[in-house]
């Protein structure tokens, strides 16, 4: 059972892309079982006493990237991978007055985004929601309140990251990535494939072709394994 930051950083650097936690139609593997040694989620339990606080340390110490930048949950990406990630889902255009205030001023909360930008809560949230699904955004650390939970700040992931100006080709960015997926999972279709990424699953379909072998089961569906 893991139960330190390092361990869990060790955990995601090996896995690749893991949820935080366990989601039944996503194929990915979650720290939280990692944490507890089950898929069920207890609130409260000693092990989210670990896992609560860690979600936020493990990006501020630079060890894991965490945000929900997959299947549109926090997830956490181990960074030698996230070139590779931004290159095949990354998607900057038009970032928003959002992602324009965090540029000008660095790392922001949510709070701070609104008396920045002067826009409501909904629609902030919702911005950080899309901004970080796009990769443009990701958590950067966690800023105590005066009263109350602490909030979130907000940082462009590629200055929070430190991104090479060069990424890979997205092709082959995503052939690297179903490929993980795949080692990890052993079989897929391409719905699974899908909603990890939030692609077409004609995409995810044409993707696989390329990395793994097909086969249609008795129902008629589609699966592809290993080659």
């Known amino acids: 059972m893991i139960r330190s930051l390092d361990a869990a950083a060790a955990w995601v650097d090996d896995v690749g892309l893991a949820l935080l936690f366990p989601k039944a139609d996503v194929v990915l593997p979650s720290l939280w079982e990692q944490v507890a040694g089950a898929a069920e989620v207890e609130w409260p339990s000693p092990e989210m006493d670990f896992l609560w606080p860690?979600?936020?340390?493990?990006?501020?110490?630079?060890?894991?990237?965490?945000?929900?930048?997959?299947?549109?949950?926090?997830?956490?990406?181990?960074?030698?991978?996230?070139?590779?990630?931004?290159?095949?889902?990354?998607?900057?255009?038009?970032?928003?007055?959002?992602?324009?205030?965090?540029?000008?001023?660095?790392?922001?909360?949510?709070?701070?985004?609104?008396?920045?930008?002067?826009?409501?809560?909904?629609?902030?949230?919702?911005?950080?929601?899309?901004?970080?699904h796009r990769l443009v955004l990701t958590t950067s650390?966690?800023?105590?309140?005066?009263?109350?939970?602490g909030a979130l700040?907000?940082?462009?992931?590629?200055?929070?990251?430190?991104?090479?100006?060069?990424?890979?080709?997205?092709?082959?960015?995503?052939?690297?990535?179903?490929?993980?997926?795949?080692?990890?999972?052993?079989?897929?279709?391409a719905a699974d494939l899908a909603g990890v990424f939030g692609w077409r699953r004609k995409e995810a379909a044409e993707i696989l072709d390329q990395v793994a072998d097909g086969r249609d089961d008795e129902a008629g569906f589609r699966i592809w394994t290993r080659r």
């Open 54 to 132: 860690a979600k936020d340390e493990l990006p501020a110490r630079g060890l894991v990237c965490v945000g929900k930048h997959l299947a549109r949950v926090v997830s956490c990406v181990a960074p030698r991978l996230l070139p590779a990630l931004v290159a095949a889902n990354g998607d900057d255009a038009d970032p928003g007055p959002v992602a324009e205030a965090v540029r000008a001023l660095g790392p922001l909360t949510a709070p701070q985004l609104r008396e920045e930008t002067g826009l409501p809560k909904k629609e902030v949230d919702r911005a950080l929601v899309s901004l970080h």
């Open 141 to 149: 650390h966690l800023v105590e309140q005066d009263a109350g939970w």
């Open 153 to 189: 700040a907000h940082d462009l992931l590629a200055r929070k990251w430190r991104l090479p100006p060069r990424l890979p080709a997205r092709d082959e960015a995503r052939r690297e990535l179903a490929t993980l997926v795949l080692d990890a999972a052993r079989e897929l279709t």
